[in-house]
């Protein structure tokens, strides 16, 4: 078991490494200077030697990569050009808002997901099975930001039932905090809902074709226990699969949902720094969601060993 | 697998005997999702084609005493001197500077579907070359592929984001951009063919008689990949005509002055309150767009890979 995690974890070190390389080779190939948008297009051609040097820009690429992997060891993302702070600090400011939004998007499609898929597998080919396979073609195919507007539309300002945009710190009370977050954590949640009712519905379907599920209701125990003890039980994995790689998908719908509604997290952090074109920020903030995405999965790779005691390492 | 079961139902659509190749394309036709989604396709690069005939004017043309008209006004559309160009029928209204909607909506669709199409091709040519060596050169495999892993575990749209904002917003940046992300999906399905294949005997014999290297891989094991490559194509091309309209919305995507779906509700955003129609036009035609193609993806897998359909996800 220790021998497991401790490959899993090992293995996760070249794709970390990949990414990082990926992430400074971006940069570096990109045009423009670094130093000349800090100094400046009219400074002296010594001025500028002096800022590159400072930077380290004047060494060869490899060494530039090094000492740069090697501040990334020590928990240094760098300084922000233009917020002139360090990236790590800007993270942990606006951290609060996406990690609520997420959390709260993860346990709304889990909860209408699982169960919406489960019953479309039970009565395959019925008229639930078709509305949810019509609703996640839907779902696929809105972008969050159409559906956010339109909820802001009719939830917002016809019926004002929410807040229209902002967020509410959750020190600052729980109302508040839920009444801002229900509307970005519906949009965000719409795609997540039909990729994972699909494949619930596509993992259990499967699972309800196999002996064992006959056997099961030979014995006269409820359908209601067939369903959840033998028919998710064993299509838990593809499912919880899904669930860890449907993060990209969450990240990256986080930055669209932020910009709709207005919320001071990092997905708007993201948008601030691309659009000030803010290097050393964009790097953190990419390698930030990369080592998330990794972790996720490597947390769903574990969690293997508890869903499915077949699974020995 | 078993050497004999070498006639696999996605066996190569090429080496079928013309009179079943006919049948399959019949078959692929009769599909409804196939025809629908292919019909709705059809009539939207139908009418963006003849849009200059279609009652629209230059979709970049400014005129700020028509800014903010609600949609199916009549009107005289200025030029900037303030003489009358036209009397001209806003049928969606127009944007706070006075473009038309409708003319804008129209060209953008041909920005949409040059990206997606475009993204598509990218993204299949460049995972079909890493799918195909990795699979088949032991030794490159598992560099490429944990390359690839690395390409994987940055999320796609912060992937795009970056880059467009290192590299600026022109149309080669964006499908680039689009289209990296994409690649490694597509060249583990590559891959994952060339290693069941390349093991067939006729592959086999293929080596025996001295056949060279890239003939092998292009007329006797490339073949087989056709059919999942193509549904895999569609859903690229799906995902990367909202992964633009993404950018644009965020202001990091093609120049703001350019007819994009995108474009417009970033336009249209600011002032959604009043005229909620900037975003809701250009959102109708950006979902009906994306589901058309993913209906006709999932019709077309539905025919052309009877293994995939069978597992229902």
């Given at each position: 078991m220790l021998m497991f995690l401790g490959r899993r974890i090992i293995a996760t070190i070249p794709v970390l490494l990949v990414v990082a390389l990926i992430v400074f080779m971006m940069t570096r190939f990109a045009p423009g200077d670094p130093a000349t948008a800090i100094v400046g297009d009219d400074a002296s051609a010594a001025n500028l030697h002096r800022v590159r040097s400072n930077l380290g820009l004047n060494d060869s690429l490899p060494i530039q990569f090094g000492r740069w992997g090697w501040q990334l060891l020590q928990g240094s993302l760098g300084e922000s050009f233009f917020l002139k702070k360090q990236v790590s600090e800007l993270i942990g400011q606006r951290i609060e808002p996406t990690l609520a939004l997420t959390c709260l998007t993860l346990i709304m499609t889990i909860m209408i997901a699982v169960p919406l898929g489960i019953i479309a597998a039970w009565r395959h080919g019925g008229w639930l099975d078709r509305m949810l396979m019509g609703f996640s073609a839907l779902g696929f195919s809105v972008p969050a930001f159409v559906i956010g507007y339109m909820l802001i539309w009719l939830f917002a300002l016809r019926w004002q039932l929410f807040p229209v945009q902002g967020y509410s710190r959750i020190s600052d009370g729980l109302g508040p905090w839920l009444s801002h977050l229900v509307l970005p954590a519906t949009t965000l949640s719409i795609i997540y809902v039909a990729l994972?009712?699909?494949?619930?519905?596509?993992?259990?379907?499967?699972?309800?074709?196999?002996?064992?599920?006959?056997?099961?209701?030979?014995?006269?125990?409820?359908?209601?226990?067939?369903?959840?003890?033998?028919?998710l039980a064993n299509a838990a994995i593809p499912i919880v699969t899904v669930i860890g790689i449907g993060v990209a998908l969450l990240i990256g719908g986080v930055v669209v949902t932020e910009s709709v509604?207005?919320?001071?997290?990092?997905?708007?952090?993201?948008?601030?720094?691309?659009?000030s074109r803010d290097f050393p920020l964009i790097q953190g903030i990419t390698l930030f969601f990369s080592v998330v995405y990794v972790v996720v999965n490597l947390l769903v790779d574990i969690s293997y060993l508890v869903l499915d005691p077949r699974i020995r390492y | 697998m078993a050497d004999e079961i070498s006639l696999s139902p996605d066996i190569a659509v090429e080496q079928l005997a013309p009179s079943r190749r006919r049948s399959l394309f019949r078959r692929v036709i009769a599909n409804w999702s196939v025809s629908l989604g292919g019909g709705v396709l059809c009539m939207l690069v139908l009418t963006t084609m003849i849009a200059p005939w279609l009652g629209t004017i230059d979709p970049t043309a400014i005129d700020p005493s028509s800014g903010n008209l609600l949609p199916g006004t009549r009107g005289d559309f200025n030029n900037l001197s303030g003489e009358v160009i036209s009397n001209?029928?806003?049928?969606?209204?127009?944007?706070?500077?006075?473009?038309?909607?409708?003319?804008?909506?129209l060209y953008g669709a041909r920005v949409s579907i040059t990206v997606g199409i475009a993204v598509a091709l990218l993204a299949l040519v460049l995972g079909m070359f890493v799918g195909l060596t990795a699979g088949y050169f032991r030794r490159i495999d598992s560099v490429a592929m944990r390359l690839m892993d690395g390409v994987m575990a940055i999320p796609g749209i912060l992937f795009a984001v970056s880059l467009v904002a290192l590299f600026g917003g022109t149309l080669v940046t964006v499908i680039v951009a689009i289209a990296v992300p994409e690649i490694p999906r597509v060249a583990r399905l590559v891959r994952s063919v060339v290693l069941s294949i390349r093991e067939e005997p006729?592959?086999?014999?293929?080596?025996?008689?001295?056949?060279?290297?890239?003939?092998?891989?292009?007329?006797?094991?490339?073949?087989?990949?056709?059919?999942?490559?193509?549904?895999?194509?569609?859903?690229?091309?799906?995902?990367?005509?909202?992964?633009?309209?993404?950018?644009?919305?965020?202001?990091?995507?093609?120049?703001?002055?350019?007819?994009?779906?995108?474009?417009?509700?970033?336009?249209?955003?600011?002032?959604?309150?009043?005229?909620?129609?900037?975003?809701?036009?250009p959102g109708v035609f950006l979902a009906l767009t994306v589901l058309s193609v993913n209906v006709m993806g999932d019709g077309l897998r539905d025919t052309l890979d009877p293994k995939f359909n069978k597992r229902g996800n």
């Open positions: 994972i009712a699909r494949v619930t519905r596509a993992a259990v379907a499967e699972a309800m074709t196999e002996d064992y599920i006959r056997t099961a209701r030979a014995k006269g125990i409820s359908e209601t226990r067939v369903l959840v003890r033998h028919a509604f207005a919320i001071p997290g990092l997905g708007s952090l993201t948008v601030d720094a691309v659009l | 001209h029928w806003f049928l969606m209204g127009t944007d706070s500077l006075g473009r038309d909607i409708w003319s804008r909506a006729y592959v086999e014999a293929a080596i025996a008689l001295d056949t060279p290297t890239w003939k092998i891989l292009l007329r006797h094991i490339l073949p087989n990949a056709i059919a999942p490559l193509i549904i895999q194509g569609t859903y690229v091309c799906a995902s990367a005509i909202l992964v633009e309209a993404i950018l644009s919305f965020l202001g990091v995507g093609l120049p703001a002055e350019m007819a994009t779906w995108g474009n417009i509700m970033a336009e249209g955003r600011s002032q959604f309150n009043q005229y909620p129609h900037n975003v809701l036009f």
